[in-house]
């Protein structure tokens, strides 16, 4: 199972002086080495997203800067064997000032990425705290919110998203030309630990807790569309994460596609084929890759829809995020082929005018 896309060794600038994408920058690697030392404003798009799920919950911590402004978001889900039992999440929008200074240019888990640290230490109303700092043996996620039905229920976050030595993930440049482009650090099937406490009840996160990492910088065009897809944990004896993207990657030579066995990347070069129904997002979903022995033949059910539509001036935004279970086979670049169980993970479908 190879790929054309060019793999990179040795860290390099994603931008030229002149903020041009660095020819050099095109291709992908198993651990972060782009700087991301964006030029200019306006197109710019930076953020952090981190998603940890559990079998009966999932945190996922947002801190994004789209130039004109940030959004800084904590969302949080429960289930049972039923489906949802409570969600919710707070956003708090502002003007950038000074943030750009403060999602830096390197990516969790390396030696270079400094802390970042958005809004008051103890917010209240509809302020979002949110901090991600390195520390020894992964990344720590702390967040700090009141629920938006309540005043006084407090929402705290305190998570280790481990990074076992020598665990790979993909780092990949998608280019649309040579002013526009993404750089983005897929991080799938990390450890994760710790607590989350929601009034008086603390949620232990343990053992099946699995962290995910989405790090992007770029430069995008004013509309885009896209597919992401992802999950992790244990099946068929294997540690395993899937990491799935479509439509925006179409055109450009670039995939965001792979799959982590046991903390060893395969890259997937070819585009995935995605077949769902935008009318019914909550049908199962299938994602085959081309071939008589396809590296990829799953079905996505879900179990829960996040549906967001935003019309804010420059912002429009259409989105299904669907969370729910991977189950079929993958095959890795060294032939094996792993049954895939009821992986937890998450499908969307987005639309983006920004």
């Keep these: 199972m190879a790929t054309h896309e060019r793999e990179i060794t ?19 690697s198993r651990t972060p080495l782009h700087r991301a030392n964006l030029r200019g404003w306006g197109r710019n798009k930076r953020w952090e997203y981190w998603c ?12 994004s800067d789209l130039d004109f402004l940030t959004l800084d978001t904590v969302y949080v889900l429960e289930y049972g064997p039923q489906g949802p039992v409570r969600e919710f999440e707070r956003t708090a929008i502002a003007p950038p000032g000074g943030r750009r200074s403060r999602l830096p240019r390197a990516v969790a888990g390396t030696a270079e990425a400094p802390a970042v640290v958005v809004g008051p230490p103890r ?35 305190d ?33 994760a630990s710790g607590t989350v406490r929601i009034g008086g009840r603390v949620l232990e996160f343990g053992a099946d ?7 992007g910088r770029g430069r995008w065009p004013r509309s885009v569309d896209w597919n ?3 999950a992790s944990g244990r099946t068929d004896g294997h540690t395993v994460g899937l990491q799935f993207g479509g439509r925006w990657t179409e055109g450009t030579g ?66 299904d995020q669907c969370f729910g279970h991977y189950s079929g086979r ?25």
């Design 52 to 63: 940890v799920t559990t079998p009966t919950h999932l945190v996922a911590l947002t801190v």
């Design 159 to 191: 998570l280790l998203a481990a990074l076992p030595a020598g665990h790979e993930s993909l780092s990949v440049v998608v280019p649309w030309d040579e002013r526009r482009f993404q750089y983005t650090s897929k991080q799938t099937a990390r450890p």
């Design 330 to 354: 993958i095959r890795d670049d060294e032939g094996r082929e792993i049954a895939v169980e009821r992986l937890l993970g998450w499908a969307e479908d987005v639309h983006m005018r920004w």
């Design 228 to 230: 992401w897809g992802a």
């Design 209 to 215: 807790a699995w962290a995910v990492l989405d790090h």
């Design 254 to 319: 670039a995939t965001e596609n792979a799959l982590c066995v046991d903390g060893r990347l395969s890259k997937l070069g070819e585009e995935l084929e995605w077949r769902w129904t935008p009318d019914d997002v909550m049908a199962p979903w299938t994602l085959t890759s081309p071939g008589d022995r396809p590296a990829v033949d799953l079905t996505f059910t879900p179990f829960h829809r996040r549906a967001t539509r935003t019309e804010a001036g420059l912002i429009a935004n259409s989105t």
């Design 123 to 157: 917010p209240t109303g509809g302020k979002v705290r949110i901090e991600i700092r390195e520390e020894d043996g992964g990344t720590r996620l702390r967040a700090r919110c009141l629920t938006p039905s309540s005043p006084k229920e407090t929402v705290e976050v």
């Design 10 to 28: 040795a860290p390099v600038d994603l931008c030229l002086p002149d903020g041009r994408l660095n020819p050099s920058a095109a291709g992908w």
